[in-house]
């Protein structure tokens, strides 16, 4: 199992700017068409780069990083998880849950 989020970047600004730049390049490839011609088609590349590959992932890390560092899944060793806010796993770590994923303020 990974560390971290797979798709999660570092920082929130971070994250939008990269949405933005490969959004913008998406959409600018398709609307500069009719006066660029398919040589604004190179911006899709560019786009899809920055959304590292495709649109849903982007979507995916906008949450991941939007809850990094509030969420935690606890997992005891039956098997069973659950998903409780940070303030709750920190609360009781003797009570037989570990958690999955830590974070560098713990």
Do not use: N, Y
């Not at 797979?6 to 600004?13: I, K, N, Q």
């Not at 990083?65 to 998880?81: K, P």
């Amino acid at each position: 199992m990974a560390d971290g989020p797979a798709f999660a970047s570092s920082s929130l600004p971070r994250h939008l700017v990269r949405g933005a730049a490969g959004f913008g390049a998406l959409a600018g490839s398709v609307l500069l068409l009719p006066a660029a011609g398919p040589i604004s088609l190179l911006l899709a590349p560019v786009g899809l780069l920055a959304l590292r590959g495709c649109p849903m992932c982007w979507t995916i890390g906008l949450v991941q990083t939007v809850s990094m560092g509030r969420l935690r899944r606890s997992c005891t060793d039956d098997g069973r998880c659950e998903l409780t806010t940070a303030g709750a796993a920190k609360a009781d770590p003797a009570d037989g849950r570990r958690p999955t994923w830590v974070t560098a303020d713990d």
